[in-house]
């Protein structure tokens, strides 16, 4: 199975700044990676598919990137609404996998 | 709207088996490829398994640890996923979430998800 390690787990920032959260693959994925969005008690939301394509209706704040083993997820300007857990998951092989998550907390 | 509901969670003792179902409305069901994902308490999002579509063989995959215990089938008649889950351990426990892209192949994002079916295995 493809493994996917976020970095990193927990991240903390204020409104306005530029964040950026990893993703590697233990595997060339190519750029079958989604990025989610997940607040507590709610189900993950996608935000970008294909490695760099924003899902509609999604804020162009956030930006997908990379191909091959390495991505990244940048958000341009953190607004309130964006503190929440951000999930990386492949979706290269028939067995989908996810990465442990990063949490973006309110510095 | 586009829309998935999941049902059928609840208490179920280890050993024990219990069903899920997913109705699904707004879009083309039989046209999209299906599958679950969960969530432990507290814990991260861990893929669970998926069915094709019949036009392409209506196969299924699974994650090594439900492989030969958990099954997914699909009624594309009634709209409905479902998630039969036998040999259930403590481990199981989680939130059970029903997932597609509405679409037929494997590169398709999960797009839409539902709200997610609680399961809690516990003598």
């Known amino acids: 199975d493809i493994q996917m390690t976020q970095s990193p787990s927990t991240l903390s920032a204020s409104v306005g700044d530029r964040v950026t959260i990893t993703c590697r693959a233990s595997q060339s994925i190519s750029v079958w990676l989604a990025w989610y969005q997940q607040k507590p008690g709610e189900a993950p939301k996608l935000l970008i598919y294909k490695a760099s394509s924003l899902y509609s209706g999604v804020s162009s704040r956030f930006g997908g990137s990379g191909s091959g083993t390495e991505f990244a997820l940048t958000i341009s300007s953190l607004q309130p609404d964006d503190f929440a857990t951000y999930y990386c998951q492949q979706y290269n092989s028939y067995s989908r996998t996810f990465g442990q998550g990063t949490k973006v907390e309110i510095k | 709207e586009v829309q998935l509901v999941e049902s059928g969670g609840g208490l179920v003792k280890p050993g024990g088996s219990l069903r899920l179902s997913c109705a699904a409305s707004?879009?083309?069901?039989?046209?999209?490829?299906m599958s679950w994902v969960r969530q432990a308490p507290g814990k991260g999002l861990e893929w669970v398994g998926r069915i094709k579509t019949k036009t392409d063989g209506g196969t299924t995959d699974y994650a090594a640890p439900v492989t030969g215990r958990f099954t997914i089938s699909r009624d594309d008649s009634n709209k409905s996923l479902y998630l039969q889950m036998n040999s259930l351990k403590i481990e199981d426990t989680a939130v059970y979430y029903c997932v597609t892209g509405d679409c037929s192949s494997t590169f398709c994002p999960d797009g839409i998800w539902g709200p997610g079916t609680m399961v809690t295995v516990s003598s």
């Open positions: 707004g879009f083309t069901f039989s046209y999209a490829y």
